[in-house]
Structure formats: structure tokens, C-alpha cells
């Protein structure tokens, strides 16, 4: 196995549409690219076309099962090696990625339809950021000690679990990887991630990239459907913890499955993330920062878009006008094309899904759809699934558009006068993973931020996940944190007490 020829280049490539052939019908295990022991594949799609670009191997309990076997046998290797050395291979892990930015953009973008210079190539140069942060906290897995007793030595020392499966979806897929995989690696743990099936290449091609540094099999990536080959990965009985990106309803098969073996979970849901914004906000940054919010460089493909937007009474007409303007601004296109803005849909199914969303607010008394920007007109581009930016208005919180997360590019923008109330409503909802507030009255803003249900609020910006920084949801989104030391002690590792009596 660990003698096949890889079909990938060393270098970084330049052409994703070759790259993407290249990886087609393959996982990765022990340190190899393997086909799945079935043989079947599955296509993968560029949704700016259409056309088939690739196939993906299709796993199931077979592959998943040699993947996590030959996982937890190098995992307590791994576990040996002390934890700065194996930072610093996760750190050499971040300057060959750094080195692949471009080729990684340009793959991600080819098979999720988000385009490269708004959304993909930054996608990319943020993973390089995230190996290169956890690479750095080997050192940081130390544990106390306890007073106990004269004479009595009491210590804790931090543990890695064993073998970790790490599930994750296609809407950011290789950040939301590298978010569990790095943290798991320097604490110890071996890895088996399952792809997303819409999005299974880019990931494929870091998994291989690493695996130039790491020794193999502490790293793996299987790819196939969530029953085949998700729920087997779960079920395993080498695999000691789960952590998951996804829907709440596939979180909730995850935490039932993890119940059954007891075993601990992190689960990244959903979200319906309120953006307030006061009257005596600063208008123009505002304004920026509700289309940087609401994510319509990914199409609103984010867990944590705002996909409703509160506007102080005295400035609301004019903020809807601002925003229909920056929106219908932003151009839609080739994925690949650097002048693109907006990309596709990642597949037909969530279109739809969207589209429905969408007629449904259409259809609404009193709801007005201000449908933005323009679809392209490339011929070659006919097929893809290109949908425009809805902004809506005259929706209220009956309304199943302002309730459930639609994970398209579609807000809602309500008028609000009383800050209780507009508090009221943001809470008034079953997530809480993000939340922002847009006033140059900090007293308000500092206020409001304690009494809101989220994970994160943030006053006057609403960036994107960043290492270093705790990021996970309340209520139905989700359990546990990512991103930051905290979350690799308290998540890939477990303490253990150790006492010594010297009386
Ligand atoms: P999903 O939660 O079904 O899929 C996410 C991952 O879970 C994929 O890798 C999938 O193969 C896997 N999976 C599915 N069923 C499984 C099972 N029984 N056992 C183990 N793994 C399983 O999400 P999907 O269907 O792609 O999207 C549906 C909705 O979920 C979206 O419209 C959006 O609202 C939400 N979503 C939220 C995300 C977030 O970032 N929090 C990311 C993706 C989707
Ligand atoms: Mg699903």
C-alpha cells in the first residue's frame, strides 16, 4: 500500500480542473492514496457548470475500518513523541500549506462554487494560519499540581484519547477540518476525517500534503455518504471521540450514536445569527459590515450569516437602500474568475431548499423581495447554480425565514425601537452560535452583548472564526469549542490524576 505512486504532484498545480482528476476514486490511509475497497465511486460536480470534474471514492464501514485500525495502532507512537516535536511537524505541516495557498484556492473553489479571490484563496491562507497557531501549543499540554497532603505528590497530565473522527461539511471544508485536526494532532490523537460529499478533493489533497511530514497513518481522510460511511466512523469501537460540523439533526444521530459507546462529542450546528444595528452606529462601516455578516461571498453558506438584521426605526429606509446598493454592487461569476464576488450554491439540493425559502418569503402578506446584483451571462456559466441575493422586508418572527436557518444568500431586515424588545427577539430563537452589535454607544452595545444567548457577539465587526479565539454555539448550536488552546485541552485531551505518597 505505502508503495503505490502518488498521482499527485509534489508541487503546488496550477490547473484545478487536472489537480481535481488527479485525486479522483481515492482516500487516504496509511499514508497512501487507496481506492475504497469496494471499488464504487461518486461525482463530484463543479456547481458552476454542472460538469463532473471528478469522482470520489465511496467509503463505507470497510474503508472506515482500516483507516481507524491501522489509526490507533500509530496513534500511541504518536502519543510518545514528545508534544513540541510533534507541534513542530504540524508547524512544518502550515509552511507547506502556505505554500499551496493558491493551488488549494483554486480547488476549493472548482468543487464548492465559491469564488477564489472573495472567499476560496482566503479560506486557504487561513488554514496555513491554523496549523501554523496549534503547531505552536505542543508546550501547552501541561497539567498541576494539586495540593493534596504533606508528603503527598498530587499531579494532573494531560492525555490524548486514541484515535478521533472528525466529520465535517462542505460550506468551509478545510478550515473546519483543519479547526479539529490540527488541535487533535499536537495533543496526541491519530485522525480519521470523513469529507463532506459535495466537497471531498481539497481536503483529500491536504490530508496527502501533510502526510509528507507526518508519519503515516496518524492522519487519514475517508470520503462517502453520511449513513455509509459517517455513521460507521461513529460506531467504531477504536474511535474515542467524535467532532462534528454539520446540521443539528445530523448532530443529534452523532450524539446519540457517541452515547451508545460514551464517548465525548463536539458538535458545530446551526445558527440564525442576529445583527443589530442603532441609530448612531458609524453608517458606512456598518453597511460593510452587514454584507461581511451575512457571508454573500459564500452565497450565505455560513452558520454564523446574519440572516437577521435589526435596524433602529430612524435609520432603517435608508440602511435597506445602503445595503441594496453595496449588494447589487457585488458580481456574481466564474468561481475561478478573480473579479468575482458571489459564486454558486454547492448543490442542487440546497437550491432548492433556498429557492423554497425564498418563494415562500415571496408569497408572504405584506413581505417585499429585493432581489440584487446580476446573474452572469457567461454561456458557459448556464447551468450553474448561480441564485441572487434576496434582501427582504416586511417579514416578522412568525415567518419560517426568520426562524430557520436557510444557509443561502438570503437576509431579513426588520425595523426595532426599543432595545429590550430588539433583545427579546434576537434570543427569541432555538440557536445561538453568533450574534453582532452595530452602535457607537458602548454602554449599550456592552449591555446587550451579556444578555444575549450566543457563542460569540461581536460590537462593530463580525469576522470569521480566528485562531486563538473559543468559537461554539448555545442551544441548538452545538456543544463545546473550537479554535483555541482551551478547546484542544478540554476537547482532544483528558486529565489524569496521578499521586504519589512519600510518607
Ligand atoms: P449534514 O449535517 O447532513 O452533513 C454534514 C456532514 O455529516 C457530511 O460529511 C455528511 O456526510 C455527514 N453525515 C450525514 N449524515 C450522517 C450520519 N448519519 N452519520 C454520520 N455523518 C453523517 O448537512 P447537509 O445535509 O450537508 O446540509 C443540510 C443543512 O445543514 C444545511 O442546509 C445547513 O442548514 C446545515 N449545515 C450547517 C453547517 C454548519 O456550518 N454548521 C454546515 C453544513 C450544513
Ligand atoms: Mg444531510
Same mark, same amino acid.
Given at each position: 500500500m505505502l508503495d503505490r505512486p502518488h498521482p499527485t504532484p509534489a508541487t503546488p498545480s496550477a490547473d484545478p480542473f487536472a489537480l481535481a482528476k488527479a485525486l479522483s476514486g481515492l482516500h487516504f490511509i496509511g499514508g497512501a492514496y487507496v481506492p475504497a475497497r469496494s471499488g464504487k465511486t461518486f461525482a463530484v460536480v463543479n456547481p458552476a457548470t454542472g460538469i463532473e470534474v471528478a469522482r470520489a471514492a465511496e467509503g463505507d464501514a470497510a474503508d472506515v475500518d482500516a483507516a481507524v485500525t491501522n489509526a490507533a495502532k500509530a496513534q500511541k507512537e504518536w502519543a *510518545?513523541?514528545?508534544?513540541?516535536?510533534?507541534?513542530a511537524l504540524v508547524h512544518q505541516c502550515a509552511a507547506l500549506l502556505q505554500e499551496h495557498v493558491d493551488e488549494l484556492g483554486r480547488l476549493i473553489a472548482l468543487e464548492t462554487g465559491k469564488a477564489l479571490r472573495t472567499e476560496s484563496r482566503v479560506e486557504a491562507n487561513v488554514v496555513?494560519?491554523?496549523?501554523?497557531?496549534?503547531?505552536?501549543? $505542543?508546550?501547552?499540554?501541561?497539567?498541576?499540581?494539586?495540593?493534596?497532603?504533606?508528603? %503527598?505528590?498530587?499531579? &494532573?497530565?494531560?492525555?490524548?484519547?486514541? =484515535? =478521533?473522527? +472528525?466529520?465535517i461539511p462542505w460550506n468551509v471544508p478545510m478550515l473546519l477540518m483543519a479547526l479539529k485536526v490540527a488541535p487533535a494532532l499536537v495533543a496526541g490523537n491519530a485522525v480519521v476525517v470523513k469529507s463532506a460529499e459535495e466537497a471531498p478533493l481539497a481536503v483529500l489533497r491536504i490530508c496527502e500534503i501533510m502526510n509528507r511530514v507526518l508519519p503515516p497513518d496518524v492522519f487519514n481522510m475517508v470520503s462517502g455518504f $453520511?449513513?455509509?460511511?459517517? +455513521?460507521?466512523? %461513529? +460506531?467504531?469501537?477504536?474511535? *474515542?471521540?467524535?467532532?462534528f460540523t454539520g446540521s443539528v439533526e445530523t448532530g443529534k444521530i452523532i450524539y446519540r450514536a457517541a452515547a451508545e459507546k460514551l464517548i465525548p462529542v463536539t458538535l458545530e450546528l446551526g445558527g440564525k445569527s442576529p445583527m443589530i444595528v442603532f441609530a448612531?452606529?458609524?453608517?458606512?462601516? &456598518? =453597511?460593510?459590515?452587514?454584507? &461581511?455578516s451575512m457571508r454573500f461571498t459564500r452565497q450565505g453558506q455560513s452558520c454564523t450569516a446574519a440572516s437577521r438584521i435589526y435596524v433602529e426605526r430612524p435609520i432603517f429606509d435608508r440602511f435597506v437602500t445602503a445595503m441594496k446598493d453595496a449588494v447589487n454592487?457585488? %458580481?456574481m461569476g466564474d468561481p475561478l474568475d478573480e473579479k468575482t464576488d458571489i459564486g454558486t450554491i454547492i448543490?442542487? $439540493?440546497?437550491?432548492?431548499?433556498? *429557492? $423554497?425559502?425564498? +418563494?415562500?418569503?415571496?408569497?408572504?402578506?405584506?413581505?417585499?423581495?429585493?432581489?440584487?446584483?446580476?446573474?452572469?451571462?457567461?454561456?458557459?456559466?448556464? *447551468?450553474?447554480?448561480?441564485?441572487?441575493?434576496?434582501?427582504?422586508?416586511?417579514?416578522?418572527?412568525?415567518?419560517?425565514?426568520?426562524?430557520?436557518?436557510?444557509?443561502?444568500? %438570503?437576509?431579513v431586515i426588520q425595523?426595532?425601537?426599543?432595545?429590550?424588545?430588539?433583545?427579546?427577539?434576537?434570543?427569541?430563537?432555538?440557536?445561538?452560535?453568533?450574534?453582532?452589535?452595530? &452602535?457607537?454607544?458602548?454602554?449599550?452595545?456592552?449591555?446587550?452583548?451579556?444578555?444575549?444567548?450566543?457563542?460569540?457577539?461581536?460590537?462593530?465587526q463580525n469576522l470569521v472564526v480566528q485562531a486563538n479565539l473559543s468559537y461554539g454555539g448555545v442551544k441548538q448550536s452545538g456543544l463545546g469549542k473550537e479554535a483555541s488552546l482551551e478547546a484542544m485541552l478540554e476537547h482532544f485531551t483528558h486529565k489524569k490524576t496521578i499521586m504519589v505518597n512519600m510518607r
Open positions: *510518545k513523541m514528545p508534544a513540541r516535536k510533534r507541534g496555513a494560519d491554523v496549523f501554523e497557531f496549534f503547531g505552536g501549543l $505542543g508546550s501547552e499540554l501541561k497539567g498541576e499540581s494539586v495540593p493534596f497532603a504533606p508528603n %503527598v505528590l498530587s499531579v &494532573t497530565v494531560r492525555e490524548p484519547l486514541g =484515535v =478521533v473522527g +472528525a466529520i $453520511g449513513p455509509e460511511c459517517g +455513521a460507521p466512523l %461513529v +460506531a467504531h469501537p477504536l474511535v *474515542k471521540k467524535v467532532t448612531d452606529c458609524d453608517f458606512d462601516k &456598518t =453597511v460593510s459590515g452587514a454584507l &461581511t454592487g457585488m %458580481v448543490s442542487q $439540493g440546497q437550491f432548492d431548499k433556498v *429557492k $423554497g425559502f425564498i +418563494a415562500e418569503g415571496a408569497a408572504t402578506a405584506g413581505a417585499t423581495a429585493h432581489v440584487c446584483s446580476r446573474m452572469p451571462e457567461d454561456p458557459a456559466l448556464k *447551468k450553474g447554480l448561480f441564485l441572487q441575493p434576496v434582501i427582504f422586508t416586511g417579514l416578522t418572527r412568525e415567518s419560517r425565514l426568520v426562524q430557520e436557518e436557510i444557509f443561502g444568500p %438570503v437576509t425595523p426595532f425601537d426599543d432595545p429590550e424588545a430588539v433583545l427579546a427577539e434576537a434570543n427569541d430563537s432555538d440557536y445561538g452560535l453568533a450574534a453582532s452589535l452595530w &452602535t457607537n454607544n458602548l454602554k449599550v452595545g456592552l449591555d446587550l452583548a451579556h444578555r444575549l444567548e450566543a457563542g460569540l457577539v461581536q460590537i462593530n
